[in-house]
């Protein structure tokens, strides 16, 4: 066989946002913002282009942003990351995850992962000759039953991957989810990637629950964080990864040979805009105002929810509506009825019968008015 990735498809983000462009349709299928960055942040890059930041980055990232990112973590977690050892900037989330994944998993290693699950994880771990061990979340809470993990964690278990705020479902772990993994794991060598990119959105008053905010987990963990996400650049692709520092060893040996560095002039601006923390302490308000903008236009819908407690997703149950499948329904609802979204069984979720599709949030007011027209019709 030529293929090592033989099952593997086009990204179902691809194919719906494809899709909804050629329908013409509302598109609250990939996760993006349809609004416009900061444009403080747009010229502050600019301004690093002008500066001549036009040249290749230190491999590790550019230092300044580096030390953002650690002054990041003190005031948010009061936890410290040496810049120079133990942060390295990523061509967004995706490229640290696989980077991760490429640097520590090695053929029959284990890896358990949460299903549904974000689409990279797997096949990184199958290009890596590892085994996936899932565990399934359940509608509508989509809470983790820690001793089914407890009975998966075996002796070839390598990694542990957990992500919080969750996407597709937008549930959040709590500090005791968090103390129960590190309770699991304690003793072992298991390590963890904890996939953070949604950090800062998260409602209702919760805490985000950082894996660095538990010091026998942020020993084993790579945390992964995404500046897309954050300042509503999701097209810049900048991101990064930071681990104690023999873990992040392993990653810049991979790192150094897949991108070597990411590109100069986002990450000298990004470092400029970080000065000013608001930029990211907004984000919460923002989304919880488009999350209840959003479920109170629907709420007379058929469609069934439990509010999103971070992310910009919010699942939508349409039990009632049809008992076709997850997948037909979103197509149909793209082609006929102009609005597109993402089935859940798209991510790896073993669950058959799903009912549930994922539409994100983060849109202008005027298209969530749209939206929620259409969806009140169906
Ligand atoms: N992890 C999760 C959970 C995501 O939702 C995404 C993308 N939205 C990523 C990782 C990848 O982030 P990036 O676009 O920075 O590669
Ligand atoms: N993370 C985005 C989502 O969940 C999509 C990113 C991508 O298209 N790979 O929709």
């Not at 983000?13 to 900061?38: E, I």
């Not at 964690?153 to 709590?174: A, D, E, Q, R, Y």
């Not at 520092?245 to 990004?270: A, Y």
């Not at 699942?315 to 609802?333: G, H």
Request: proline share 4%.
């Amino acid at each position: 066989h030529l293929s090592k990735l033989p099952y593997m498809d086009t990204s179902i983000f691809t194919v719906m946002s494809s899709l909804a462009q050629k329908n013409q349709a509302l598109n609250l299928s990939q996760g993006f913002p349809n609004f416009k960055s900061d444009q403080k942040l747009i010229d502050l890059v600019t301004n690093a282009m002008n500066s001549d930041y036009n040249q290749y980055a230190p491999m590790a990232g550019n230092l300044e942003l580096r030390v953002a990112i650690a002054n990041k973590f003190e005031k948010l977690y009061s936890t410290s990351y040496n810049p120079d050892s133990e942060i390295t900037v990523t061509a967004g989330a995706t490229q640290a995850i696989f980077t991760i994944i490429s640097a520590v998993i090695k053929p029959d290693d284990e890896v358990i992962i949460f299903r549904p699950a974000y689409d990279c994880y797997e096949p990184a771990i199958a290009l890596n000759g590892g085994k996936v061990i899932s565990v399934q979340l359940e509608a509508p809470h989509y809470k983790v039953d820690w001793k089914e993990v407890k009975r998966k964690l075996s002796s070839k278990t390598k990694m542990v991957i957990i992500n919080t705020p969750h996407n597709p479902s937008g549930t959040v772990f709590s500090e005791q989810d968090m103390l129960k993994l590190q309770e699991l794991l304690a003793g072992t060598d298991i390590m963890v990637l904890s996939d953070e990119v949604y950090e800062h959105i998260i409602f209702d008053g919760e805490i985000h629950q950082s894996a660095c905010l538990f010091p026998d987990l942020k020993s084993r963990s790579f945390i992964v964080a995404s500046f897309g996400k954050t300042f509503h650049v999701t097209g810049w692709k900048v991101g990064y990864c930071c681990a104690p520092k023999d873990l992040m060893e392993e990653f810049r040996k991979v790192h150094q040979f897949n991108v070597f560095s990411v590109n100069h002039p986002m990450q000298k601006g990004l470092a400029d805009y970080l000065q000013e923390p608001s930029h990211y302490r907004e984000l919460s308000t923002l989304y919880q105002r488009k999350r209840d903008l959003f479920l109170s236009l629907i709420a007379d819908s058929r469609f069934k929810f439990t509010p999103a407690q971070g992310t910009y997703f919010q699942v939508l149950d349409f039990s009632d509506i049809t008992t076709e499948n997850d997948v037909d329904f979103a197509k149909r609802l793209t082609i006929d009825h102009k609005i597109a979204s993402v089935p859940l069984s798209v991510f790896n979720t073993d669950n058959l019968d799903n009912k549930v599709l994922r539409f994100c949030f983060a849109k202008t007011d005027d298209t969530l008015k749209q939206a929620a027209d259409i969806l009140n019709k169906i």
